[in-house]
C-alpha cells in the first residue's frame, strides 16, 4: 500500500517536520521505496513469536533514592536559544 | 427523562521520593525556575533515564494496599507528543504492563454505606514541566523543575455514579497515599491531580454515554462543582436534541464553567512503544512479600480497631481514622488523657470546629495532642468542669501554655469543696425566695422546667467554677429538703 | 611518526623515545596538512590537545604508567564532550557545547588520551557513506572519488590516512565495521552494553554501541580496554567484569570452529570478496582453525526489519530537537507549530527526516503491530538463527560488505540502494552480538573486509583471530598512497 502525498503530510505534521510543497514528490517516492523494502518483512512467518525489544533481554537496574544533582542552570541556559528569568521561552501556548 | 451519571477518575499523584523518577534532580516543590531540572531532565542530547527504586517501592504499596495484582514483568513505554513542557518529546510512562494491575477500594458515602470502586490499573510514569503563561513579550515560559517528578496515574473502573461519590472517592484515595507516606497530598502544589471522565445514559440504559474527559482539577470542592457543571451541560445538550462530543475540557473556577481544550483537540496519535533506553523491570515475590509485611495500618483495618480497642461507634471511628494525621492525634490524646471516649469527642467536636475555623489541617493543629491529653486529665480529676475546660482550650490555643499554666493563671480550677458549694448555693436561694417558693409549689413537670433556672443562677455566681455534678445534687438536697 | 600503531606509541612513551607533545604535535601537522582532502575532522582541538599532551608527560613524568597515557584519538562527533562542539554533522547542533562529557570522554580523558579532534560522520549516524552531513561529505584516502563508508567514516579515513593511529565510532547497523572495511582498518563493534551510551547521541537506543577502530587488532584491544565498562548512568550498560583484551591476543588458533553461513554467498555478493573471504578462511585454518558450513536462514529478513526499528527509535529519540532548550531554532517562529517545524525542517538534513518519517508511520496507530511489532518478532528469530549457530561454532565469518566502496554520490538518488550495503553488517545490532571487520585484500585498489562475529562479551575471541591472523599476513601495514 503505497503513501499518498496526503500521508506523508501527516507523517510529517506528528513528527513535526516542515516539509517544502517542491520536495514532497521525492520524499514520497523515497518513502514507498524504503516501505517497499520494509514489506519484504511481512512475508516471515512470526506467529507466536514473542517481539525481542533488547537483545540481551536483562532485567532494569534501580538507583538508589538519592539527590546527586544540583542547579546547573546558568551552564545549561548558556546553551538556550531563548531564555528570560530563568525559563525557556516558546512562542505562546494556547490552551 | 431521568438520567444516570458515569464517572470514572484518573489520579495523579506525585510520589514522595528525594529525588525524580528517572535523575536524581531533586523533587523540592516551589524552587526557584529551572534549577532543579538536570541533564536528563532538560532531555539534553545523550542522555539516559535510570529508574529510581524507591518509585517502585512505593507503586508496590499502593497495590498491595488496592488488593492488586502486582505486575511481575514491568514494561515502560514512550508516549510521544510534542509539547514545550515535554523536554524529549515523549513521556516515559507505561501501556501494556503497569506496576499495578486490578484492584478496588471501598468508600464509605455520606449515608454511611460502603461502596466498592474498581481501580482498573496504576501504573508509574513521569511528570511534566510548566508553562507559565504569564505575558513575555508574547512568549510563554518553560520551568521544567517538576519535569520527571514520579507520578502514579491511578485509574479507576467507571464505578461512580454523582460528583459526591467522586469526591468521596477521591478523599479516600487521598488518605490512602497519605497512610502509606507515598504522596503529601498536597492538592494546592498539585501533588494530587484528577482528570474526571464523565458521561450520562439515560437510567437503565445498559451501555455508556459519550464521555468527556475534565483535566486536572484539583480541589475536592473544584473536582465536584467541575463534574456537576458537566453533568448539567451534557443533559442539556442531549434534551436539546446535541449530541455530546468526546473531547477534553478543562475546569475554570473563576467562571465555574468547563470549556473545550484546542489544544488538546488535535487527533492524538502517541506512537506508544517500549522505551529502548529501560529495560522491564522485575518484581520478585520476596519483594513483594518484604513491602506487604512493612505496610503500615490501613483505614479500614484501623477503623476496625478503633471499634474494638476503644468502643468507639462505627461513625467515630470512620470519622476519625480518615487521615492517618487525625487517627494519630486521637490515639496520642487518648493515650495521655486515659479515656478515649472523651479524647474523641474533643478531637472531633472542639478541635474539629477550631482547625475547621483557622481553615488548616490537623498536622497544624495549635493545640498539640500533648497539650490536649493533658487537659483530659484534669478533666477527668475533675479539675475542669467541660466549661472550664472549653475556656483552657481556647487558652491553649491562643498559646498560652499547658492546661495546668492556664487553670493557674485564670484561677479556673473547678470549686469542689462541698462546704463552699454549700455556702454558695444558700446565698442563691436566699436571694431567689420567691422562685424557690414557686418551685415548690409546683408539680413534678414544671419543676423538671425550673431547677435549670437554680443551676444556672448558681454557676454564674461560681462564674463557671463550681462543680455542676455537686452543684445538681446539693441543689436538688436543699430544694426538695 | 605517523605510522605507529597505538600499542608502539605506548612503547615509544614509556621508553621515552618521544613525549606526548611531540608525538601530538607531528599529528596535528599531518591534520593541518592532509585533512583538506579528506574532511574526515569537523573540529581539530589543537590548544586543547597539546595542553592534555604536556598533562599526560606530567603525569607520566611523576611516575603513572598506561597504555593510553599520552597516545592521541579522535571522537567521532556524536560523542558530547564538555567545551568542545558536538555537532552530529547536523545544522541542528551545528554550535552545540555539550555541558557534559560522554562517559567513553571521561573514560578516555581519565586515562590521559590526547584527544586532537571530532570527526565528521553521517548526520546523526545516519548513513553508510559519510555523505550525510552538513560538513560535507568525507573522502575515502584509498581513493579520494570514493566513500569512506559510514556512518563513522571520519574515525574511519583519519585512521586510515595515517592523520592519527586510532579513533572511537559507534556502530548502530555497521557504522564502525563497514568503514573499516572500505578504508583498511580493524574496527571492532562490542556487545550490546559492553560500552556506556551515556553521552554517545542516540540514534537506535536498542542497536548503539561504541567501539574502536584502528589499523591493528592489538590497538582494537588497548583502545576497548579504556571504553569498555559498566556504567550506573546508562541502565542498558552490563555489569559483567571486563576482561584483559590484550592478554589474549596471542591464543592459538588450534581447533578453534569458524562457521561460514551459505545465506553469506547470496547474488548481491562481488564474488571477489567471495573469494577473499575463502582466501581468510584458508589461512586461518593453517592456524588451526577448523570450518563448519553453518545456516542463518532469516538473514534476508534482517534489512527490512532493521528499517523499521532504527527509525522508530531514532524517530522518537530525535523529537528533542525542538529548538526550545538548545540546537537550531528558526528565526522568527509565528507559533509553537511553526517553531517546531521550521527548526527541525532546517535543522535536520534529508536522510535524517526520511528515517524520522518511516520511523512515525511505523509506530502510529493501525500499522504499529504490522511494522514494529512484526519487526521486533523477525529480530527474535535472527538472535535465534545466531544462537543455535553458536550451538555449532565459536565464531562466524564472511564478508563485511558486499561491495567494496562506491563513488561519492553513486547511492545518494535511492536510499534504499546504500541500505542494501549493510545486508552482512546488520544482524550483529539486532542480537547485540560482538563484530569486528579485519582487512582481508583489496578489489579494484579499494580495500576489502572480513567480519568475524562471536556469542555475547567475547570480544577477546575476536580480537584474537584477528590478531594471530594479522601476524601472518600484511593486509593491515598497506598504506594509501600519498598519505
Known amino acids: 500500500m503505497a503513501l499518498e502525498r496526503s500521508d506523508v503530510e501527516k507523517i510529517a505534521h506528528l513528527a513535526r517536520l516542515g516539509l517544502n510543497d517542491a520536495d514532497l514528490p521525492r520524499t514520497t517516492d523515497a518513502l514507498n521505496s524504503i516501505l517497499g523494502l520494509v514489506d519484504q518483512m511481512q512475508a516471515v512467518d512470526t506467529q507466536g513469536i514473542a517481539p525481542l525489544a533488547h537483545p540481551l533481554e536483562a532485567s532494569q537496574r534501580l538507583r538508589p533514592d538519592q539527590v546527586t544533582e544540583h542547579n546547573q542552570r546558568e551552564a545549561y541556559q548558556a546553551i538556550a536559544p531563548a531564555t528570560e528569568n530563568g525559563l525557556y521561552l516558546v512562542p505562546k501556548v494556547i490552551e | 427523562m431521568q438520567w444516570e451519571v458515569v464517572i470514572g477518575l484518573e489520579i495523579h499523584t506525585q510520589l514522595a521520593t528525594q529525588s525524580k523518577i528517572f535523575s536524581g534532580s531533586a523533587t523540592t516543590f516551589g524552587s526557584e525556575p529551572n534549577t532543579q531540572a538536570s541533564l536528563v531532565d532538560l532531555g539534553m542530547p545523550g542522555v539516559l533515564p535510570v529508574l529510581n527504586a524507591e518509585a517502585v517501592r512505593m507503586a508496590v504499596m499502593f497495590g498491595l494496599a488496592v488488593g492488586a495484582h502486582i505486575g511481575q514483568r514491568n514494561v515502560f513505554a514512550r508516549k510521544n507528543y510534542f509539547y514545550p513542557d515535554l523536554p524529549k518529546g515523549y513521556q516515559i510512562s507505561q501501556m501494556d504492563h503497569p506496576v499495578v494491575g486490578k484492584g478496588y477500594l471501598d468508600i464509605t458515602l455520606e449515608d454511611g454505606t460502603i461502596k466498592r470502586v474498581g481501580i482498573t490499573r496504576a501504573h508509574l510514569e513521569e511528570d511534566a514541566g510548566k508553562s507559565l503563561h504569564e505575558d513575555f513579550n508574547g512568549a510563554t515560559g518553560i520551568d521544567l523543575n517538576r519535569a520527571g517528578t514520579p507520578l502514579l496515574e491511578i485509574v479507576s473502573e467507571p464505578d461512580m455514579r454523582s460528583a459526591k461519590e467522586a469526591v468521596a472517592y477521591v478523599k479516600a484515595i487521598h488518605a490512602l497515599v497519605r497512610y502509606l507516606g507515598i504522596c503529601d497530598g498536597n492538592m494546592a502544589e498539585g501533588s494530587l491531580r484528577c482528570d474526571c471522565n464523565v458521561s450520562v445514559r439515560p437510567k437503565g440504559q445498559a451501555e455508556f454515554g459519550t464521555r468527556c474527559e475534565i483535566k486536572n482539577v484539583n480541589s475536592f470542592r473544584f473536582i465536584e462543582r467541575a463534574i456537576n457543571h458537566e453533568v448539567q451541560r451534557q443533559i442539556e445538550l442531549i434534551e436539546d436534541g446535541g449530541r455530546v462530543v468526546q473531547e477534553t475540557r478543562l475546569y475554570d473556577p473563576n467562571k465555574d464553567v468547563t470549556r473545550s481544550m484546542r489544544s488538546k483537540e488535535e487527533a492524538n496519535d502517541y506512537r506508544y512503544f517500549p522505551d529502548p533506553d529501560l529495560l522491564p523491570v522485575v518484581i520478585e515475590d520476596a519483594f513483594i512479600e518484604q513491602v506487604r509485611s512493612a505496610l503500615p495500618e490501613l483505614p479500614p483495618q484501623k477503623v476496625e480497631r478503633f471499634q474494638r480497642q476503644y468502643g468507639l461507634s462505627p461513625y467515630d471511628a470512620a470519622v476519625l481514622a480518615a487521615s492517618r494525621e487525625q487517627a494519630d492525634y486521637f490515639e496520642a490524646v487518648a493515650a495521655i488523657g486515659g479515656d478515649a471516649k472523651l479524647a474523641a469527642n474533643w478531637v472531633m467536636v472542639e478541635l474539629g470546629s477550631l482547625l475547621n475555623k483557622l481553615g488548616i489541617d490537623i498536622d497544624q493543629a495549635p493545640v498539640s495532642a500533648e497539650l490536649l491529653g493533658g487537659m483530659l486529665l484534669r478533666i477527668r480529676d475533675n479539675t475542669l468542669s467541660g466549661k472550664l475546660a472549653k475556656m483552657v482550650f481556647e487558652a491553649m490555643a491562643a498559646g498560652e501554655g499547658n492546661a495546668d499554666q492556664v487553670i493557674e493563671a485564670k484561677g479556673l480550677k473547678q470549686v469542689t469543696d462541698s462546704g463552699a458549694i454549700e455556702t454558695l448555693l444558700d446565698e442563691v436561694l436566699a436571694a431567689n425566695t420567691q422562685q424557690v417558693e414557686q418551685y415548690r409549689a409546683a408539680d413534678e413537670a414544671k419543676r423538671a422546667k425550673m431547677f435549670g433556672f437554680f443551676v444556672g443562677q448558681a454557676m454564674k455566681a461560681s462564674k463557671g467554677k463550681a462543680n455542676p455534678g455537686q452543684v445538681n445534687e446539693w441543689l436538688k438536697r436543699k430544694l426538695e429538703g | ?483
Not at chain 3, 555497521?174 to 552494553?193: C, E
Not at chain 3, 593453517?286 to 545456516?295: E, H, N, Y
Not at chain 3, 512484526?374 to 564472511?398: C, S, T, W
Request: proline share 6%.
Open chain 3, 1 to 483: 611518526m605517523h605510522e605507529l600503531t597505538l600499542a608502539q606509541i605506548a612503547r615509544g612513551l614509556a621508553d621515552k623515545t618521544f613525549s606526548s607533545e611531540e608525538l601530538t604535535g607531528a599529528l596535528l601537522a599531518r591534520i593541518a596538512e592532509h585533512d583538506g582532502r579528506l574532511n574526515s575532522f569537523i573540529s581539530v582541538t589543537a590548544e586543547r590537545a597539546l595542553a592534555q599532551a604536556r598533562a599526560a608527560d606530567a603525569r607520566r613524568a611523576s611516575g603513572e604508567t598506561g597504555a593510553l597515557l599520552g597516545a592521541p584519538v579522535a571522537h567521532k562527533d556524536l560523542f558530547c564532550t564538555h567545551g568542545v562542539r558536538t555537532t552530529c554533522a547536523s545544522r541542528m547542533l551545528e554550535n552545540f557545547e555539550a555541558p557534559y562529557n560522554a562517559t567513553v570522554v571521561e573514560k578516555l580523558d581519565a586515562a590521559g588520551m590526547v584527544t586532537l579532534g571530532k570527526t565528521n560522520m553521517d548526520e546523526f549516524a545516519m548513513g553508510s557513506a559519510s555523505e550525510n552531513s552538513h560538513f560535507g561529505p568525507v573522502k575515502n584516502p584509498w581513493n579520494l572519488e570514493h566513500v569512506p563508508g559510514g556512518s563513522s567514516g571520519g574515525s574511519a579515513a583519519a585512521v586510515a590516512a595515517r592523520l592519527l593511529p586510532a579513533s572511537t565510532g559507534t556502530d548502530t547497523g555497521g557504522s564502525i565495521r563497514q568503514p573499516a572495511a572500505f578504508t583498511n582498518l580493524t574496527g571492532l563493534k562490542p556487545t550490546y552494553g559492553r560500552v556506556s551510551r551515556w553521552g554517545m547521541i542516540a540514534y537506535a537506543s536498542s542497536l548503539d554501541q561504541g567501539g574502536p577502530l584502528a589499523r591493528t587488532a592489538e590497538d582494537c584491544a588497548l583502545l576497548l580496554q579504556g571504553m569498555a565498562g559498566f556504567d550506573p548512568k546508562d541502565s542498558t550498560s552490563i555489569d559483567e567484569p571486563v576482561p584483559d583484551f590484550s592478554a589474549g591476543l596471542n591464543t592459538s588458533l588450534e581447533g578453534l570452529s569458524i562457521g561460514v553461513p551459505k545465506e553469506y554467498f547470496s547474488p548481491g555478493l562481488d564474488p571477489r570478496i567471495g573469494d577473499a573471504v575463502q582466501a581468510t578462511v584458508a589461512e586461518l585454518q593453517k592456524l588451526g582453525a577448523r570450518v563448519v558450513d553453518i545456516s542463518l536462514p532469516n538473514l534476508g529478513h534482517a534489512i527490512p526489519a532493521y528499517y523499521v526499528i532504527a527509525p522508530a527509535e531514532a524517530s522518537s529519540n530525535l523529537s528533542r530537537f525542538d529548538g526550545v532548550r538548545f540546537g537550531y531554532r528558526c528565526e522568527h517562529p509565528a507559533d509553537l507549530t511553526d517553531l517546531y517545524k521550521r527548526s527541525r525542517g532546517e535543522g535536520f538534513g534529508a536522510e535524517v527526516q526520511r528515517r524520522i518519517m518511516v520511523g512515525t508511520y511505523a509506530l502510529s496507530a493501525g500499522y504499529y503491530d504490522a511494522y514494529y511489532v512484526k519487526a521486533q518478532q523477525v529480530r527474535r528469530l535472527i538472535k535465534n538463527d545466531f544462537m543455535a549457530a553458536f550451538e555449532q561454532v565459536d565464531v562466524i565469518l564472511g564478508p563485511t560488505t558486499p561491495n567494496p566502496a562506491w563513488k561519492i554520490g553513486a547511492k545518494s538518488a535511492d536510499p534504499v540502494a546504500a541500505y542494501l550495503e549493510d545486508f552482512y553488517t546488520i544482524t550483529a545490532n539486532m542480537a547485540g552480538l560482538p563484530g569486528l571487520s579485519m582487512p582481508a585484500g583489496f578489489v579494484d585498489g579499494l580495500p576489502v573486509g572480513v567480519q568475524l562475529l562471536a556469542p555475547y562479551f567475547q570480544e577477546g575471541r575476536l580480537l584474537n583471530v584477528a590478531h594471530r591472523y594479522q601476524q601472518v599476513t600484511d593486509w593491515h601495514r598497506r598504506s594509501p598512497e600519498g598519505f
